[in-house]
């Protein structure tokens, strides 16, 4: 049985790849999902706020002035809230490339054009083997339509891709009008991969002390869903490697992930949940079934369940929602 499988040009052991977060801040651990069996490491996010804060001094200013200003001090976090600043996290991509044989992909999030590109030079002479840009951005300016928004994040993904000879990566959200057409145009850019999707963390109210508050729940599987249709839809139509991010808990969520086109998975939720071992866990499973259905490599069984055979994808979504509606009985 042969799990191998290229990624960003890269060739990994197996599709299993450990997701942005904060274990890439723990070595010890590190070294034992890759002992488990994980085939490359994401580290979580670098932040265009903690690069813009360090490079202007701006983190100063704003707590200078949060008091008599709370649109500055409420709705920035304090800088020392980051787990690592910019020469830490160099520091860090380091020390995991010293003590890790699988790859290691470093993370940009930013959605704007701005110094903080200069700092993907800097990881890859820090030696990550890869970049994964996370485009986490909220619209909430009325003045501003998505074309401008869209443009903006295009225009961000050329300027790293022109300033790395690494591979780039590119980690969306769901909500785009045209997500097939938006992940294409990232192809265009230059990326070489896409990760389907980010995960809003979503706030929620205090009736109490009037305030809003951040919530942090870990994925469960049914968030999976959402993550196949639109591989199943994109697959077939672009270049560029796709990976499943979000609701991966099992080995079955693991199997539909490929089935559907994406050529990795990552998982964070389920290594927080239950330690390394939950890796080992999930590629015996996903052994065991292709051995049983004679599947000999991820690579045969890749897209066996996208829409290619679909002559009009829309068509058969709209069928199946319909589907769904009217098999409820009251």
Not at 71 to 90: C, G, K, M, R
Not at 220 to 238: G, Q, T
Request: hydrophobic share 40%; glycine share 6%.
């Amino acid at each position: 049985m042969n799990l191998s499988t290229d990624y960003l040009g890269l060739r990994l052991r197996n599709p299993l790849v450990i997701g942005a977060s904060p274990c890439c801040d723990d070595l010890d651990f590190c070294k034992r999902l890759q002992d488990a069996g994980a085939a490359a490491l994401v580290m979580h996010s670098l932040f265009e706020e903690q690069i813009e804060f360090e490079e202007n001094a701006r983190f100063q200013l704003i707590d200078g002035i949060g008091d008599s200003n709370p649109e500055a001090q409420n709705y920035f976090p304090h800088y020392e809230d980051y787990s690592l600043t910019p020469d830490l996290y160099v520091r860090q991509l380091g020390l995991l490339k010293a003590a890790l044989e699988i790859p290691v992909i470093a993370s940009l999030n930013g959605h704007r054009p701005g110094g903080w590109i200069d700092q993907a030079r800097r990881l890859e002479e820090a030696g990550a083997d890869a970049l994964e840009l996370n485009l986490y951005s909220l619209a909430t300016d009325p003045e501003r339509d998505a074309d401008d928004i869209e443009a903006d994040q295009l225009f961000v993904v050329g300027q790293v891709v022109e300033t790395v000879k690494i591979p780039v990566s590119v980690k969306i959200s769901p909500f785009y009008t045209a997500p097939a057409h938006f992940i294409r145009q990232l192809e265009l850019r230059g990326a070489k991969g896409a990760v389907l999707f980010n995960r809003f963390y979503q706030p929620d109210f205090s009736i109490e002390d009037l305030d809003v508050h951040p919530q942090l729940r870990l994925s469960d599987s049914s968030e999976l869903l959402l993550r196949l249709r639109w591989l199943a839809i994109v697959s077939p139509h672009v270049g560029l490697d796709l990976t499943a991010s979000g609701g991966i808990h099992t080995s079955t969520d693991l199997i539909k992930a490929l089935l559907a086109g994406a050529r990795t998975a990552q998982v964070v939720s389920t290594i927080m949940r239950h330690g390394a071992t939950a890796v080992t866990t999930l590629l015996s499973g996903l052994e065991a079934w292709m051995r049983e259905h004679e599947y000999h490599s991820p690579e045969e069984m890749r897209g066996a369940l996208n829409l290619a055979r679909c002559p009009n994808p829309a068509a058969h979504e709209r069928a199946n929602y319909i589907n769904v509606l009217q098999s409820w009985r009251v």
